[in-house]
Structure formats: C-alpha cells, structure tokens
C-alpha cells in the first residue's frame, strides 16, 4: 500500500518509510532541478521526473558521484602528464566522496562524526603527501586539498546545499586547472601592486564599515559619508591607476592623456608640457592636454552622479558635452601635420594614488571643504560661494567639488552648487592653462593656453541659465 509523501511528492511503501535512511528530511524535486540546471542539466523537467523514480537518497548519491567524479578526472589528467607520484584520480576521490555521504548518513547529520571522518581522511592524505615527499624531494599539496574539499561537498550535498558544494568544486577545479595562470601572475605583478591593492581594500573594506553613519556637530559632518568620498575618488584614481599599468608600452601619448586625465588632469598636463619642451610636436602635445581635460569632465560626472542624483540632473548634459569637446576636440587637433613625424612613446608613469597619507589628507581637506561652505554659504552667501569655487580651481577642485556633492540641496540651493562647481572645473581648466604655456615650448604652450581657456569659457556657458 502506497501513499504520497507531501513535502518530497515521492511514492514511498509504509514500510520504507520507517527506515531510518528515508526519514531524513528529502530535498525538494524543484530545489533539486534549480541546482543541477545551475551546473549544465537544460532540461530540469527530466532531473525531476528521476528524482521521482530513484530511491530518496539516490540523487544526492550520484549529486556526490558526479562532483567528486569531476576532480577526480581532472587530477587524473594531471597524473597522466608528470612522472612523479601524484595522488588520487577518477576511482579515489569519488570513494571520498560516498565516504562523507556515507558518515553523514549514519550520524544523522551530526557534525561531530563528520568532522571525525575529516581527520581519519586527512591522516591518510598525510601519509601519501609524507611518501610523495620522500619520493620527490619536493611535492605540493593541492592534489591533497582537492580531496579534503571533495569530503566536504559531499557533507554539504547531504545537508541539501546543493549550490554549495557545486561552487566549492567548480572552484576548486578552476584552481586546479588554471596553475599555470594563476602561478604566471606572480611574474607580472610586483610585489609593490599587492600591496596597493591592499591598501585600496584597508580604505574601502576595512575603515569605511566601521565608521558611524550619523551626522555631528553644528555642521552635520557625517564620518562614513565623509569617508566614502575618499574611497570613491581613490576608486576612480586607482581605476585609472591600474589600467595605465597593464596598457604600459601601448597607446603611445594619447592613450596616456585619456587615462591621465581620469587620474589627475592637473598632472597631467604638467607632464605633457615638461615633454613637450624637448619634443618638436606641438598639434599632439596641446591636443593631448585637451584630452586629459575633456577626461576629467567625465569623471567629475562620475563623481557626481554616485554622490547626488539631483545634482548630475543639471550638470549630466554640459560634462558630457564639455568631454566630447576636449576628447574629440583634442584628438582632432593631433591629426594636423607637423614638421616632425614619427610615434611618441609613452614615458609617464603615474604615482601610487593608494597612498595612506594622501588619503587622509584629502578626507581633512574635504572635511575643510564642508565647513567652508557652510560658513561662505552663511555668511557672503551665492558670491561667496563662487568666489571660494575661483580660488579652489588653482589647486586640487576634488575636495571642493566632493563637497558640493554632499551641500547641494540640503545647505546650498542645487544651481548654486552646479555653477560653483562649473566656475571651479574652468578656473581649474585655466591654472592648467597656465602651466603648459610656462612649462613647454612657445608653440606648444601657446595652443595648449588657447585651448584650455576656451574649455574654460565653454564649461562657463551653462551659467547663464543656472543664474535664471
């Protein structure tokens, strides 16, 4: 006599029902299909209807058979390929696998005799990584950690984690499988660009979560906000930063005045000009600094877009133009033809922007840059405002522009905010301007000069309708 089991839809007899191997609680035929489509199987209906024919714990048999089968054979293509003594293949790592599923089974589940049956593996995972050593001399150990992983997807797919344990060994296949990759990426990373990386993650993952997001004191200085500035534009910088690693030797100068100006306009065109003072190429060197200033237009967008909504609303349309007319613009003028032709490599290496000190400096100047504004706002007002916008372009107009971010709309009106951050990238535009007449040859300085004040002029003309 038969009845139909309500949570699994499976026909079992009365009698089954008492063994203890069917009273686990059964995964779910739909579960089950989600997670085997998740790893190839198209047609899910099928996973289903065998679900349905098999025994209650014959799925997760072969869920075990599969995934420890897959190591296996990947392990065993690697023995196949060396003359030294390699553990396991296609036949062990599929017994370690019903090892586990077998140990699961009879405790229940319980995770204590599961750990148990981890250690007995992994003793004897020891004894044959001992007899490799001495076999070799020198033998790594990750045939060994494929099997310890295999033991605890096998766990896993017993307690019903299906995706899990099929991750943990996609993943560890990958690894196993992309050696040569993974190994090779030690020849082409310097020591000092983990170390970068690591700093990126103390700024982004370690300080900023544990920073109070609350406001304080009589000018609402909110800590996490304040720090996720720092990280949005070390982000940005560090974006720029990388790429210009890994483009190194290709692009030539143009390449490198885009990626420049993402990283720091500023510098960049001091560079450009010191360069151009010893290269006889005017057309490229000023329509390179017409670049790097057309790119930073597009990560003022950036900028501004992930720190107010409202604010890029009015200021989306004038960046992108403003961008198009420095990139495009720019690019068109190194087209003209020049006494001298010929490639011009790169030789700009940009600076570490990760660095610790300059991250802190930058979070006290935005920190100055909010209580400055609220204090102009105060008391001088609308003309304060842009007049601290004029001052602040001869220097770094991060701090001041970030701070317009988080001002606008609450203490200043959002058109006041958008001029002044408009008056603060052409007054910025402007000092650069400066700095390649004074640095580079008269040819080149003069059209950088020309240009760049016109950029300056052009990012002014939305003003006249912020201003109604």
């Known amino acids: 006599m038969c009845e139909l089991h309500t949570d699994t839809t499976i026909l079992i007899s009365h009698d089954a029902s008492e063994s203890p191997l069917v009273s686990q609680n059964l995964p779910s035929a739909p579960r089950l299909s989600a997670s085997l489509g998740a790893i190839g199987y198209a047609d899910t209906d099928v996973v289903a209807d065998l679900y349905r024919l098999l025994p209650p714990e014959g799925v997760k048999i072969l869920l075990v058979l599969f995934l420890s089968f897959l190591t296996g054979l990947e392990r065993e293509e690697h023995k196949t390929s060396t003359d030294r003594y390699s553990f396991g293949g296609v036949r062990t790592y599929p017994l370690i696998g019903l090892i586990a599923y077998g140990v699961s089974l009879l405790s229940g589940g319980q995770v204590l005799p599961v750990l148990v049956g981890f250690a007995v593996v992994a003793g004897f995972l020891l004894l044959s990584y001992r007899h490799k050593v001495e076999a070799s001399g020198f033998a790594g150990i990750t045939s060994e950690m494929s099997a310890l992983t295999t033991y605890i997807a096998a766990a896993l797919v017993f307690r019903e984690e299906f995706w899990i344990a099929t991750t943990l060994t996609v993943a560890s296949m990958l690894l196993l499988e992309l ?264 040819k080149t300085g003069i059209q950088s000069l020309t240009f760049l004040a016109a950029l300056a002029a052009g990012g002014l003309v939305p003003l006249l309708w912020l201003a109604r």
């Open 179 to 442: 050696k040569a990759a993974l190994e090779g990426l030690t020849k082409r990373i310097a020591p000092e660009e983990i170390l970068t990386f690591t700093k990126f993650l103390l700024l982004s993952a370690v300080i900023l979560p544990v920073l109070p997001n609350q406001e304080f004191g009589p000018f609402q200085i909110n800590p996490a906000k304040a720090w996720l500035v720092v990280v949005a534009v070390s982000t940005v910088s560090y974006g720029s930063y990388v790429i210009q690693k890994l483009t190194k030797g290709q692009g030539g100068v143009l390449l490198a005045a885009l990626l420049g100006g993402a990283y720091s306009s500023t510098v960049t065109t001091v560079v450009l000009a010191k360069r151009a003072a010893r290269e006889n190429r005017p057309h490229l060197f000023s329509g390179c600094t017409l670049i790097a200033s057309g790119a930073m237009y597009l990560r003022l967008a950036g900028l501004v877009t992930l720190f107010n909504r409202n604010l890029i609303l009015l200021l989306g349309v004038p960046f992108l133009i403003l961008a198009a007319a420095g990139v495009l613009g720019g690019w068109l003028w190194t087209r003209m033809p020049e006494s001298h032709t010929g490639p011009v490599a790169r030789e700009f290496e940009p600076k570490n922007p990760l660095e610790l000190r300059s991250a802190f400096l930058f979070a006290v100047l935005f920190l100055v840059m909010l209580v400055a504004t609220h204090l102009v706002v105060t008391y001088l007002g609308k003309a304060g405002v842009y007049s601290l916008a004029a001052v602040m372009g001869v220097s770094d107009v991060d701090p001041f522009i970030m701070g317009m971010t988080q001002a606008g709309g609450t203490t200043t009106a959002l058109t006041v905010a958008a001029a002044a951050i408009l008056l603060a990238a052409a007054s910025n535009n402007l000092v650069k301007g400066i700095y390649a007449y004074s640095m580079s040859d008269h």
